[in-house]
């Protein structure tokens, strides 16, 4: 029996006061000849207690990255959400309410999301941050679709952007689906055999209205060139920097080295991974993007009474309002999941960034001496420097090595070849603030075992 | 006041971390990389950061706080058990780029839903892969010009759009790179079938549609809206924003429809969190199935050592559409929102029939209600509907046209007098074809004396003297917040002393 209905039972009663007698008055407007006539064919209602059972029986059959050893990352990341994040984000107050369109009654959400923006502007070294886009991906094609829009008319190669090539193909395709409507090229920048982005490729760049890259790269790498992409590109191409938002308590932050736009997935910073979503993207841009770019916006105000106040601004940018002439489509936004990444970021502080970004290079550097030390298996890029992933070659197809690895418990880590392929035999392995030394060494000596294996 | 960026204290005293896989050698990183200045995030313990977001909380309106009647945003009761279901690491802890084998429960339940969807909806194929209603738009868009990308009609360049529709339809067709033609809707906002007809030639793609329509009123021509589309060749679109009042009694399909979206959010129960997250699949008939956004969910009968993973006798697999779009979200959608909409939707089954009935019952009923007591208190010369009509769906709107010309009090006096009675405001000036607009959307879950309550709180409000209401909200954390001044003295982060 559905148990969610506070007027069953008294429908009639209800029904009775206007004047009607049963349900099928209150849909006579629904012309016959599209009536359902059937009864929708589902399963009958279930009790809270049988719904539990059944999910805790599907979703426990799944195989939880928490429940084994994990090495699989490739752009979400495994992480630690403190207890309190979880404890707070599902206050009803905060969980049941919906865009502050009454500022007076939505100052708690409307001042988190004003302070996310300043924890997200002072991260990356931008003074402007929305307060979240869907996810990384989405967030890096709105900033494509925002450059075109800043310089189009000013640009030498109109209508034009340059992604990097190493960008994975999922990101790249939404991309696409973005700029097409707005008749943008996307062409693509070089790297060296190194893993680096060809400068010489970014010359043919400038001129034209954005160039993507990430730090660190989808090989893993950080790339010491992208300070000296703003000088090749100059003032009229926007650099948008696509960031692991980790990293940054060790590396340089993108606005601090030209770039106009960084974007990036928010999710290691107080979300877990869902399969995917509900994350968040984040979107923060330099002041000439301001009145073009995608998404909500806090600013800090007064009411009547001179008191400080907060309310959405500069809304005039968004569907509701401009509607065909909006800067993005967005409505329904990620709110919810960047005061989860705003609450984690409270608690960490500057120190426990940068503590958190340590754990994670020391891990990803402690694996690389590992597996260096495994003669059939080679590190392609060893001479750079890697965050938290970098990649393998293997003697034979990472798929392979992934089934083996599988059958002993292990996720081994994202077969490359789904971004590159002809890479078959590079494996993508990634070691974040939750791998242990342990973790690394059982890698190691499978990864060994498997791949003398395979080699003989 | 509780100010994040006031809590500077000392290095240390935050959130701890183990340090055991530190080594005492240094990290090096290119010279021109390393950061040189640590963001100016605040130092906090977690006493100090718990208080802070829950003195945040307090000033913060829910479901849970009161009554919500935010129309056109379906502000229903989120089962708490939704919540807890979302939390286990069967979906929780679950990487999008995991096996198979590794995901056939959540895959079952992905399977489930593309199926309930798709009984709901009279659609052939459903996608779980756009992430909020807007973006389900923009994929259906999509869909739609690839469809006619392939059959070579590239002349459909060409969207109509209600001028009553929802502001994400003409901006979504707009970004997928479409004329948008706007169609004046007659006074109680339903399509003027004879506009209609003066705009279609072969260079329309398609038509954008909600039903029940932005003033909650069923769209009884829609049937001949399809026709006409159809006649020259283009594809119907539906807005699932309003689908709460329709389930089991009609359909998109019924009606004609082509392509619809779902806002799994609203209909089904994902708290809105403040904004968000939502989730928005698509539904398609047949014809437009190949050019979904994958992955999507199919299944076969389980074979050789398929039992070990199996959580029944199917065997669960993705699989691409044969002329996709590609993505639109890097992932598999919000995947999260999606088994929370399962365990509502499980809540009900075959009894969703029952749901959009009280939905539209108790929409019904406020109006009966709002009606009634402003005659009982003779005020009936404040208010108007938004449209003329026997019986509304499950929101509808009045017009306080009347009581700002006689008394000057507008739609958002009201709305904010609401707020000093503990409410939530419903929607104002939307849709823009009423006058003085408030939408009122009460939702399926509110109880016949919370209705008989806010009817006569909303009365009282009118009954109030002008000057006072004027100077509403007086009980809010704030009172009106200017945001003009906003606007004109950007402050969009904390100006921290330095600077």
Known sequence: MVDQLPNRGLELEMLKEMGMSSMDDLFSDVPENIRMTEPLALPPPQSEEEIIADARRLLGANRAMTEVVSFLGAGLYKNYVPASVFQLVT???????????????????????????????????LPISNLSLYDGSTAA???????????????????????????????????NNYCQGAGIEIRYLKHNSDGTLDLSSVQDAAGSCGVYVEQPNPLGLLDGGYPRIKEIIGQNTALIVGVQPVSLGLVEAPGNYGADIVVGEGQPFGSPITAGGPIYGIFACS?????????????????????????????????????????????????????????????????????????????????KQKLMEINTIAIPHILGTHFNEFIVELPASAADCLEYLDRVGIIGGFDASRWYANRTNWLLVTFTDQTSAEEIELLASHLAAWSTEVSQ | MSRLFDFAGGVG??????????????????????????????????????????????????IDTGFYPLGSCTMKHNPRVNEVIAQIPGIADIHPHQP????????????????????????????????????????????????????????????????????TNPASA??????????????????????????????????????????????????????????????????????????????????GFDAVHFNLHKTFSQPHGGGGPGSGPIGVKSHLAQYLPGPLVKKRPIIGDDHKYAVDDMWYGWFQPENSIGKVQQWHGNSGAVVRCWAYYRRYGYGLKEMSEHAVLNANYLRHALHREAKKAGVTDMFVDGAHTDIAKHEFTLSLLPAKEKYGISAMDVAKGLLDKGYMAPTVYFPLVVPECMMFEPTETESRDTLDDFAKHFIEVLQEDPETLHQAPITTPVRRVDEVYAARNLCLRHPFEDE
Not at chain 2, 30 to 57: D, G, I, Q
Not at chain 2, 106 to 135: K, R
Not at chain 2, 187 to 212: C, F, K, W
Request: aromatic letters at 6%.
């Open chain 2, 13 to 62: 005293k935050g959130y701890s971390q183990p340090d055991t896989i530190l080594s005492k050698d240094s990290v090096s990183l290119p010279e021109n990389l390393v950061r040189k200045e640590l963001p100016k995030w605040p130092r906090l313990s977690e006493p100090e950061m718990v208080r802070h977001y829950t003195w945040l909380s307090r000033r913060n309106y829910g």
């Open chain 2, 100 to 167: 198979e084998h590794h995901l056939q429960g959540l895959l079952s339940i992905f399977h489930e839903m593309q199926n309930m969807l798709a009984v709901c909806s009279g659609m052939d194929q459903v996608t779980l892969q756009p992430v909020a209603g807007a973006q389900g738009e923009f994929t259906a868009v999509r869909c739609v010009q690839e469809y006619f990308r392939s059959r070579g009609e590239v002349q459909r360049t060409k969207v109509i759009v209600p001028d009553s529709a929802h502001g």
């Open chain 2, 174 to 255: 707009a970004m997928a790179g479409f004329e948008i033609i706007e169609i004046p809707s007659l006074e109680d906002g339903r399509i003027d079938i004879e506009a209609l007809r003066a705009v279609v030639d072969d260079s329309i793609a398609l038509m954008m549609v909600t039903n029940p329509n932005t003033l909650g009123l069923f769209e009884n021509d829609i049937s001949k809206a399809s026709e006409i589309i159809h006649s020259v060749g283009g594809q119907m679109y539906y807005d699932g924003a309003n689908f709460n009042a329709i389930l089991g009694r009609t359909s998109p399909g019924l009606m």
């Open chain 1, 287 to 367: 002041k000439p993007y301001l009145r073009l770019m995608p998404g909500r916006i806090v600013g800090r105000s007064i009411d009547v009474d001179g008191k400080e106040a907060y309310c959405l601004t500069l809304s005039t940018r968004e569907q509701h309002i401009r509607r065909h002439r909006a800067t993005s489509n967005i409505c329904t936004n990620e709110t919810l999941i960047a005061l989860m990444g705003a609450m984690h970021m409270s608690l960490l502080g500057p120190e426990g960034l940068h503590h958190l970004a340590l754990r994670n290079i020391t891990a990803c550097n402690l694996a």
């Open chain 1, 141 to 175: 094609a709105e900033a494509l679709t925002c450059s075109v829009r800043v310089h189009n008319r000013k640009s030498t190669q109109k209508n034009t952007v340059y992604v990097s090539e190493l960008t994975p193909p999922d990101k790249i395709s939404v991309m």
């Open chain 1, 91 to 125: 206050r009803g107050e905060f969980l049941t309410s919906y865009t502050p369109y009454q500022p007076e009654v939505s100052q708690g959400m409307l001042q988190a999301m004003w302070e996310f923006q300043t924890l997200i502007s002072e991260l990356v070294g």
